[in-house]
């Protein structure tokens, strides 16, 4: 027997006073007067129809609104578990499909109709003489009815859009024949230097590597600076009136995610946002099936939907991303991780910074911090590290105008710069930092958001190893892509934010690789007693001179960033460890030397974050 069921009363109102309106057909079996009172409410508030508050906050299924809806018009109605029996026509299109809401099955007389944006009445007036020639089911069900008859497409869409539209930018594409005839050539020169003239070749390297530092260490002196004449507040937006603000979809691209989906939902749940105005998709793989039972178990309000993305290579998120961009319906789209805790007003200032922006202003960039600092020394340098590059580096591109790296969760962009762009590319491992590039090389601005997503830090040597492993590993592979045809990327980005790409991108990842070299080399020089030696010529004295500057003024600037961070955030407790951060660096450096044989070996290879050791 089906209960009604009941939001909580109006403050100080009396359903008693209720006029009939056009959703009494859902009192008594499915909801009661104040129920329906508070939707209406709530409605009227947000700017929506009330039958989208009752599905939004869990006070009614999809399901049995539909149902009622079907009665109440005289249609018929399809259960979810109908539609996929019956093929869909070879004829239509998904992209069609979805725009209508409409899904016509071979062989059949009646189409099937999603009726949830359209009002009660409306819909019978419509639809009332067309009788036996259209049946109602859920949105929800249609669009999975839509992904199960249309999959191969779908599934093929999302993996090579990018490819097929623009080779040149997809890291499935070969490098450039260019650069593995410039790196052949250079192994070959390294290797004569080092067998012919060993002494010299070391000098030289030496000197390469002194001068190659010297731009990141601007940027980072660059970064200290701004982050100091920074307002250390700043005023926030001004609060925008609910039925005013847009629909807003979240993509949140789970794998083997069982342990920590119900916090996920949780979160999400509490974001400061109308309900009926956010689009929630959790995206799970088809054989995921601990995750899949486990968000099919918690009862999920309307507003939450489970795509579920067919297997097949590659299995990566930003393939995962793609599955589900299509079925999105907000104008603007965030995507977060399985373990993100963003703060509740997250949506709201990213709506208003995006009304406040230019119109080529088509990605924010949240800022990430670390919820358990406390788990171990890994925890504590990852909340350094975080603090310095979002609460810092980060703020200084966006500043400056250079294009943004983005970090993998917490990006908010507009639907339509993703879909220009052809969204992901699902063969790039960090696929956040290339569409941060593409969407540069495209006319576009990224921006950064003054509001934190709390996420979880790996606490084991090995699982953080693996993922800093996959973001060196995407970093190449993005340098290596955007570089195939440097004319085009310095025609499209201009002298500076091609300039801000190397730094960011080509800078990072050279730094890493050399990092451990300064050690090895001084080293070098201990054992062969020249290291407190006077310079031996003229050669010498500037490379001494570079090189000190290098570790006094970088390691510097980069401890003093991480250390300001810290205190801005109050996290005081974490200042002792400033001075360990250059340990910190040569574990990045050993997992981009670990990154560099895996592009070798398996450039495509994702290794997964297991989440849920924060508790």
Known sequence: MQ??????ALPGGDSRRLTRSQYDFLLGRLIDRATLARAQALALRWGVAPHEVLIANGWISAEDYTRALAAFCGVGFVPETHLDAVPARSSDRPKDCLRAGLLRQR???????????????QLRRDFEALGGRVCFAASQTVRGAIRHHFAPELKHEASEALFERFPDRSAKSPVALWMRIALALGAI???????????????ALSLLMVIAFVPVIGLRIAALWHFTEAAKTEAPPARMADAALPAYSLLVPLLREAKVLPRLAHNLSRLDYPAAKLDIK?????????????????DLPGNFEIVIVPSGFPQTKPKALNYALPFVRGEFVAVYDAEDLPERDQIRKAVAAFRAGPPDLACLQGRLNIYNPEKSWLTRQFTLEYSALFDGLLPTLDHYGLPIPLGGTSNHFRLSALRWLSAWDAYNVTEDADLGIRLARA???CGTLASTTYEEAPARLWAWVKQRTRWMKGYLQTWLVHMGRPVALWRELGPKRFAGFQLMVGGTL???????WFYALAGYDLLRGAFFAAPANLLATPLWGLALLDVTIGYGAAMALGFAAARRRGAYRLIPHVALMPLYWLLISFAAYRALWQFLTGRFTWEKTEHGEAG
């Open 107 to 121: 062989g059949m007389r009646q189409a099937v109709f999603a009726p949830e944006q359209m009002a009660p009445m």
């Open 3 to 8: 209960v009604a069921r009941h939001a909580p």
């Open 443 to 445: 006319g576009y601005r």
């Open 282 to 298: 959790l995206i799970l793989e088809a054989g995921d099936l601990e995750t899949i039972a486990m968000a099919r178990a918690l």
């Open 510 to 516: 050279l730094s890493v690789l050399i990092h451990p």
């Open 189 to 203: 020169l390294l290797a004569a230097g080092l067998i012919f003239a060993f002494a010299g070749t070391v000098r």
